[in-house]
Structures are given as structure tokens and as C-alpha cells.
T-cell receptor
Framework: NAGVTQTPKFQVLKTGQSMTLQCAQDMNHNSMYWYRQDPGMGLRLIYYSASEGTTDKGEVPNGYNVSRLNKREFSLRLESAAPSQTSVYFC???????????????FGNGTRLTVT | GQQVMQIPQYQHVQEGEDFTTYCNSSTTLSNIQWYKQRPGGHPVFLIQLVKSGEVKKQKRLTFQFGEAKKNSSLHITATQTTDVGTYFCAGLGDYGQNFVFGPGTRLSVLP
């Protein structure tokens, strides 16, 4: 059981380049999330998918797009990277959306992205 | 929107000392979760609190949810070097759809 798998682990981009961060979970979870973590700011929600076929904006969606490819996979795309997007990105999943009740978040190992 | 704060931002303790981190929300919460992130690692779920005044214990860790459901605390008794990491609270507002994370408290334990 791998849990939540993210690729790549590290990435360096130049301003204006694009890339897609991949995330897959093998726990048959319904909900998936993308967070970014910056020093002193905790984890901020970029986008989430409450269930297969739906996606919604979180706290900081500007500059990002997502695709819920199927129940297992949820990708995050940076169309034109900016230095402000330098961060550590975490994908997470939960069995149900938060309002359904006792459903902890399971996080992947993260992607460390640097935009120069 | 909902804001979640944590204090202190950093805490350095000698091994064996106690540690407490406090979490405060700008709005009332349906529930609150706590996570631990080891240096270089990813957040790992510790516990969820739902009821007003609820207290839960996990070995040396004691979690409390405030009576007004706007604050919470995590207390570690007799810290060990394995407790090193950043502790995050995450609150689900009464009308929110997702958890809002606090900025975390980074704990260092000196042997």
C-alpha cells in the first residue's frame, strides 16, 4: 500500500515555463487536495476535488489548474510559472469530504518546486 | 474568511520538559484536527476533536477542544527527541468546506 504518491520530488523551472505535478492514491478515497506550504504560513489549499468528476478552488488558486483524471489521480498544472510559486506542494486525499465527518487527510511526500 | 492562529511559532525545550501549543480560530469550528510534520517530511494525522470541551489522550499527548469550540491545545508531557517536528492544527469552520491550517508550532527538543 503506497498511500499517496507524488511525482516529481524536486523540480526547478524558469519563469514562464509550465509543468504538471502528478498525484495518485491507492486507498480508494473520494476526495483529493493540493496544498502549498511556505515558511511560516502553514498549508494553504490550492484546489480540491470532493469526488471524482468535480473540482473547486481553494484559498490560493490563481496561477494553477487541476484535473481529476479518475478516482485515483489528481494533477496540478502550472501554466506559466512565477517565482512566487516557489514552494513545497503536497497532494492529499481523504475518504470523504471534510463535512462528512471523521476523515483524516493523508499526505504525499511533497514536491519541492523552485522557480527562478 | 476563517483564520487559524497558533502560538508559539517556535519552542525549544530540554528533553523531559513539557510542551504546549495553542490554536485559536476566528470563527467557531465544527471540528479540529492535529497533524505532525517531521523535518523534511509530510504532515501526518494525529487526532480529531469534535465535541465542546473534549479531551483526548494519546500516550504522552493530550489534546483539548475549547468549550466555545474556537480554540484547542496540544500538550506533550516529558518530551522526547522523537517529538521533534512541527505541529499543525486544522479547523473546519461551521460553514466551511475544507480545513484551514494554522501556521504551525515548530518544536525542538535538546537531549
Amino acid at each position: 500500500n503506497a498511500g499517496v504518491t507524488q511525482t516529481p520530488k524536486f523540480q526547478v523551472l524558469k519563469t514562464g515555463q509550465s509543468m504538471t505535478l502528478q498525484c495518485a492514491q491507492d486507498m480508494n478515497h473520494n476526495s483529493m487536495y493540493w496544498y502549498r506550504q511556505d515558511p511560516g504560513m502553514g498549508l494553504r489549499l490550492i484546489y480540491y476535488s470532493a469526488s471524482e468528476g468535480t473540482t473547486d478552488k481553494g484559498e490560493v488558486p490563481n496561477g494553477y489548474n487541476v484535473s481529476r483524471l479518475n478516482k485515483r489521480e489528481f494533477s496540478l498544472r502550472l501554466e506559466s510559472a512565477a517565482p512566487s510559486q516557489t514552494s513545497v506542494y503536497f497532494c492529499a486525499s481523504s475518504e470523504y469530504p471534510p463535512r462528512r465527518g471523521d476523515s483524516p487527510l493523508h499526505f504525499g511526500n511533497g514536491t519541492r518546486l523552485t522557480v527562478t | 474568511g476563517q483564520q487559524v492562529m497558533q502560538i508559539p511559532q517556535y519552542q525549544h525545550v530540554q528533553e523531559g520538559e513539557d510542551f504546549t501549543t495553542y490554536c485559536n480560530s476566528s470563527t467557531t469550528l465544527s471540528n479540529i484536527q492535529w497533524y505532525k510534520q517531521r523535518p523534511g517530511g509530510h504532515p501526518v494525522f494525529l487526532i480529531q476533536l469534535v465535541k465542546s470541551g473534549e479531551v483526548k489522550k494519546q500516550k504522552r499527548l493530550t489534546f483539548q477542544f475549547g468549550e466555545a469550540k474556537k480554540n484547542s491545545s496540544l500538550h506533550i508531557t516529558a518530551t522526547q527527541t522523537t517529538d521533534v517536528g512541527t505541529y499543525f492544527c486544522a479547523g473546519l469552520g461551521d460553514y466551511g468546506q475544507n480545513f484551514v491550517f494554522g501556521p504551525g508550532t515548530r518544536l525542538s527538543v535538546l537531549p
